[in-house]
């Protein structure tokens, strides 16, 4: 064991799951040392298993030290043990905690305020899972399966991930479950999906399970089975198939689908991607997409051209190492994102930029260029604009994405650089004495919401740090006023005059280690086409917060959101229609 570290047993995917043996998939996962108390109970998360339905309160389960006592335990008892169960869960989230925090180069907050996320393995009978962020926790539901035996929705590695990372995207933009542009909801969902199927894929057993081909012999794969379309149908497909397979009743099947949907130019132009399972489906279709062309690159510069079999186990690390890139682009990315209002083509910017400021030059397997493509392949293309001289879609010029064109413009002498990496009201001055040339607009009520210095590592070692810090803007105002507002801005068909909207905005400053603004990610309040695009959509779905506003404040009724989202993945029931304030 590496000091500083613990090893655990985990599900590697799902009880359904089984290695060559026949036995249920296990993966011994790495996560950070900590002192537990009984729950387990740690500085994170705090395993609670209260059954709501049956009333019952499980023993709190107090992890040894010395030995992992579910090692060698048989598939039985991995699936019945309460205490296995809480285990589970433990080291699922706070894995991917570490790979948060790793990635980002800071401590990552829950969004509800608190240190210690309750996660309740047994919450109640019933086929679902969410994240609440008025109860603060994640719940997972149970219910009987095709053969009468119970199937916990804990012990799906994709079930736990997907809400852990609901619970750690609402920690970084807590305005994202705000209801804005269709995109912003399908964001919440096809990325939780992508983090969940990523980590699962940087897990090498079970990307050795899914290669698994008898015929070739045990640890041997057939090299024709490694081209792009053979690696999404095994691989990509396998997996996608396996998640859910015992919990299929919770899990729609967003991921199968988003793996086989052929790409299509006007999707998101179609009323019916507007829904938030099936817009994600074409983000996750875009990133994981990208996934399989990287794989198949590195695979490329290796492969034997006169044999016809290789060895599964660099191939293996190849897809491990693949999956492992991209997710950590996925989560760098979402500090270039923007404040309020996320589309599509912004995370594809932030994906591309953040990507840039650790490694100028695109590399071997050329991460970027693959994700633009595949992103092009649905229409997408870099909020940031791709007339761009250096490289498309990544240093952004003034608009939505701005970098100071020349650092002479910006007033410093206001600031003191180390209050810039600590102090809101440092930065508020910042932006306050800038704001003109910042773009920011001064009638709008306008507060800075965080600061976060960080420290990145690149994949050569080389250091990056950074100041990311965000404001945000709200303005509120009748319909009739909004025309006045800005040329372009107009008010939805039939909207009353006297309506009472709220609109957002805010954006993102990203600050170099002198202090010096590398890039202001914007979120205009008179930004006409996001503005009109927001309020034609809220209006037209009848969504308003219990004000009657038409745009909603932040906050929201936070606990049975995900809840709701989740019950309706059969797409049966209207989403989001009926969430109040
Ligand atoms: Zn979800």
Redesign the pocket.
């Known amino acids: 064991m590496v000091p500083g570290n613990r090893q655990l047993t985990i599900i590697a995917q799902d009880p359904s799951v089984k290695d060559a043996n026949g036995k249920i998939l296990r993966a011994n996962v790495r996560i950070p040392y900590e002192a537990l108390g009984p729950g387990p109970r740690g500085y994170r998360v705090h395993v609670v298993d209260y059954d709501s339905s049956q009333r019952v309160l499980y023993h709190p389960w107090q992890i040894d030290d010395g030995t992992d006592l579910f090692a060698q335990s048989p598939d039985d008892k991995l699936c019945s043990d309460p205490a296995f169960h809480a285990q589970n869960v433990y080291a699922i989230v706070m894995r991917l905690l570490a790979r948060f925090e790793a990635a980002l180069g800071r401590r990552v907050s829950w969004g509800f305020g608190g240190h210690q996320i309750q996660a309740v393995p047994h919450a109640f009978a019933d086929a679902n899972a969410y994240y609440s962020d008025d109860a603060h926790g994640l719940f997972f539901g149970y219910f009987p399966g095709v053969d009468g035996k119970p199937v916990y929705t804990c012990l799906s590695h994709d079930v736990v991930a997907?809400e852990a990372t609901?619970a750690l995207l609402d920690g970084l933009r807590n305005t994202y479950t705000v209801p804005s542009h269709p995109d912003q909801a399908g964001f919440?969902?096809g990325f939780?999906d992508i983090v969940a199927l990523l980590s699962v894929f940087g897990l090498p057993d079970v990307v050795r399970a899914l290669l698994h081909n008898t015929r070739a012999g045990g640890e041997c794969v057939y090299v024709k089975d490694l081209e792009v379309d053979k690696l999404r149908s095994t691989a990509l497909l396998g997996l996608a198939e396996q998640f859910g397979r015992e919990a299929s009743r919770y899990r729609d099947d967003c991921l199968r689908r988003a793996v086989q949907r052929p790409p299509r130019k006007h999707a998101l132009q179609d009323a019916s991607f507007e829904e938030s399972h099936r817009r994600g489906e074409i983000l996750s279709a875009a990133v994981l997409n990208s996934f399989i062309h990287v794989w198949a690159a590195r695979l490329s510069t290796w492969l034997p051209k006169t044999e016809n079999k290789v060895r599964v186990e660099r191939v293996v690390e190849d897809g491990a190492d693949a999956a492992e890139h991209l997710l950590t682009m996925c989560i760098r990315a979402l500090d270039y994102c923007p404040v309020v209002d996320i589309t599509f083509a912004d995370f594809l910017s932030a994906l591309l930029t953040a990507d840039l400021e650790l490694l100028p030059d695109d590399g071997r397997y050329k991460y970027r260029q693959v994700l633009r493509e595949q992103f092009e392949a649905w229409n997408i293309s870099p909020a940031s604009g791709t007339q761009e001289k250096a490289e498309a879609g990544v240093v952004p010029e003034w608009g939505a994405w701005e970098r100071p064109t020349s650092a002479s413009l910006l007033n410093y002498e206001c600031v003191h650089r180390q209050s810039l990496e600590q102090s809101l009201d440092e930065v508020f001055r910042f932006l306050w004495e800038n704001r003109r040339t910042l773009g920011v607009y001064e009638d709008a009520y306008t507060w800075v919401i965080s600061v976060r210095p960080c420290v990145r590592l690149g994949p050569d070692g080389f250091v990056l740090r950074e100041t990311i810090s965000e404001y945000r803007q709200s303005l509120d105002l009748e319909a009739r006023q909004l025309p006045s507002l800005c040329k372009g801005m107009k008010k939805p068909d039939r909207m009353p005059n006297d309506a009472q909207v709220r609109l957002h905005g805010g954006g993102v400053l990203v600050f170099d280690e002198f202090g010096h603004l590398k890039y202001h990610v914007r979120s205009r309040i008179d930004n006409p086409s996001r503005q009109n695009g927001r309020l034609d959509y809220l209006w037209r779905n009848g969504i308003r917060d219990r004000l009657g506003r038409y745009g909603f404040s932040d906050g929201s009724p936070q606990g049975q959101r995900?809840a709701l989202?989740?019950a309706r993945r059969d797409g049966t029931v209207e989403e989001m229609g009926d969430w109040d304030e």
Request: hydrophobic share 40%; no cysteine; charged share 10%.
């Open positions: 997907h609901h919440h969902e939780a995900f989202m989740h």
